[in-house]
């Protein structure tokens, strides 16, 4: 391998040199609070850039690999919270370059101090690692003197019927979400951030995922969900500005006043959604098919012929009903069923162990981000709770709600941008 | 992509002509049973082949990603297990290949059919997968009519010091290690196993590995396991045949009459070891490099320089004490200091979410194949057990002892070869 790996930008000498700008950053986390670092894909395929307008890990090409945690603050104090989202920013940024969460790192702190990285990443490529952070609507509870820079919409989800919530498996006051082509790499990112974090912040839940069911750039090709369908292929595409701007990122009119840190950002609604994958497996190909609405082959809509075809609502099948069935999933979730509401999903496969009734205890982790999760996926999910023919094969076991700030400066931070 | 995938091994055509070898086992799956399909690595770099002396997924390079479940059999009739293992081998040969569980697949069968193949990884490379199976102690209790056919080496291991077992993450009548470069890949692989087996078999306990740990052939690098140290330096390697006939393979004067079944293979020691990694990352860099008595960067022996240099356990440290302290792990495990003892290991790393008390829960999914365990596993295990100072930070919370058979000759499949 000739690419940069973390050792080589930890050690610096030939393998930094080689390491180019990754290298720059392995050198001296401090020189992203001067704007100096600004890593490139074009300098390295491996690197996501880490600051710019938006945040990392939205609209990037969506990485196999994923590590999602929610956290709760156990501090009282204002002042330690933001300081660990300032330490994060750093040991965030130097991650995504491929670098150790700090300078000293894994073995660069000398025999008798606790090394500050946990090192089982230092081997390994950059991965195109991102980590994005996004905040919850208990942060703003008023403990820590944010209560008036909430955004009004970020308020809980309703409930919806068939939910059936595992509170463990819900809420948070911050999430995590790491994307990588690796997960050893994502994994070591969380894992490090909570690690920066004992004593002001506790894990609440934790998701790995193993399979992306969307793309989120033109050039990626729609992967499978474990209902064996291509899922995502009517996703809101990266190169898609305006419809960006309409359906993912707040707008400065959304946001007033002190909420104003917002806009730019975007929300992210996250489901965990167990699949009953042995039902569903006990049934005919037609009824998965009518269930969703499309082909399961090449992933056209009912009654036309390729995948990225429209679907046609009104076109009859041989019966003489609706070639696509008035309750399938594509109807329903369709925007031109639902006034035009369209979300950015980025959703993952997962599989847990079993069940302890001799299943699998498997189905989709469920991320999607809104300009508002209120007016886009409280109607879309209402609309699917009530309908849907897919709740005979699923069920909502966890929720959540998180407010993702717009991108950092080169001279900001999380901390600053969330309490100045 | 021009390189095969389950989509175009099953469609055929253009697709199917490109993808030479692995289509061929796509078209016709009864192939195997002539011994006219051999996929081999020279023809597809992303096939492994599935039939030979030995199993595949124990020497085999291993891949980064791992799905392992233990099953029990839940029908008294011995013609339905043999038939299901029959059934099991013709879908393993074809999903290695790359193609689905059975020729019609997904899509195959028409619309009123229940599909064949769940469709997750129609679009995927095969992804060198490997498909290794093995039988619990309890497979050979008298339900079966196996009893007589139970080799002597095949009974559960004893209870460890610290142990702190998990009955629903321990045992199995059955167990599949699928082993690949594709996480879905893997998982599609036992989903479909497990599905076959609906009736006849129930899944027990399943875990997920993201991050394997060891090296098995000398072209592999040392990966890192959660403590962020190199793990599996000293691991036997594939090109040591003598090495691997005396401590990993069965050899024929191992056992006798109904037994004999199991001559060339190798018993499967599963151990589920949770890490305290938060207790570890509060640890000095020396204490940690004392625990485990090797140098954390480059992996070299405490005393010595060197990855690959063999450890000197008389060479002293600056206080006049052991370099290698006299509790640290590579002592203990070292086969000079066990009469000779030498494991094959083949382990992952682990992240099933979060602990409920604020920790992530993550550790080492300890995979290792030995010629018999009670020989080689026990004892290493229990000098561990007592003194390794590592027991400070980690605990053993599942165990499993399965025999893995030979491999299957190309007119051969696992039913024949355990009942016959």
């Known amino acids: 391998m000739a690419r940069s790996t973390r050792r080589s930008v930890l050690l610096g000498g030939a393998g930094a040199a080689a390491a180019g700008v990754a290298a720059g950053v392995g050198w001296a986390a401090h020189a992203a609070s001067d704007g100096s670092v600004a890593p490139t894909s074009a300098a390295d395929p491996g690197v996501v850039p880490f600051r710019g307008a938006r945040q990392a890990g939205i609209t990037t090409a969506a990485q196999d690999r994923l590590h999602f945690v929610a956290l709760d603050v156990i501090t009282d104090d204002p002042a330690q919270l933001r300081d660990l989202l300032t330490r994060w920013t750093r040991a965030a940024e130097r991650m995504t370059a491929g670098a150790e969460a700090t300078p000293i790192g894994a073995v660069g702190g000398g025999q008798w101090k606790v090394p500050e990285d946990t090192g089982e990443a230092l081997d390994l490529e950059p991965g195109h690692l991102t980590v994005t952070i996004g905040y919850g609507p208990s942060l703003f509870d008023g403990r820590f003197g944010l209560a008036g820079r909430r955004p009004e919409a970020l308020r809980d989800l309703p409930a919806f019927v068939g ?27 969380v894992r490090n951030l909570v690690r920066m974090g004992f004593g002001i912040v506790s894990v609440r839940w934790s998701q790995l995922g193993f399979g992306r069911t969307s793309s ?16 995502g292929t009517a996703n809101i595409k990266a190169e898609d500005a305006a419809a960006l701007d309409e359906h993912v990122w707040v707008q400065p009119a959304d946001v007033s006043g002190e909420a104003a840190w917002m806009a730019g950002g975007s929300y992210l609604v996250a489901r965990r959604i167990r699949m009953h994958i042995e039902v569903w497996d006990r049934s005919p190909l037609a009824d998965q098919e009518q269930t969703i609405g499309r082909d399961k082959k090449v992933g056209a809509p009912l009654g036309r012929d390729a995948e990225f075809d429209e679907p046609d609502f009104a076109v009859t099948g041989l019966d003489g009903g609706p070639a696509i069935p008035v309750d399938a ?15 950015l999903r980025r959703g993952y496969n997962f599989t847990d162990g079993s069940d302890g009734q001799g299943h699998l ?7 999607a981000f809104v300009r508002d999760a209120h007016r ?21 076991t966890g929720s959540a709600l998180f407010a993702c700030p717009p991108g950092l400066a080169a001279d900001d931070d999380w901390g600053t941008q969330l309490f100045a």
């Open 216 to 231: 989120t750039t033109q050039a990626q090709k729609t992967p499978r969900n474990l209902f064996g369908f291509k899922d």
């Open 163 to 189: 939910d059936d919530l595992d509170p463990s498996k819900s809420g948070g006051d911050l999430c995590i979400q790491a994307c990588a082509d690796d997960p050893q790499v994502a994994v070591h990112a």
């Open 361 to 367: 205890d498997a189905g989709l982790f469920f991320l």
């Open 376 to 396: 886009q996926f409280v109607p879309m999910q209402r609309a699917l709770a009530r309908s849907d023919v897919l709740n005979e094969y699923i069920e909502h």
């Open 329 to 343: 999933h594509v109807r329903l979730a369709h925007h031109s069923n639902l006034d035009g509401v369209r979300i």
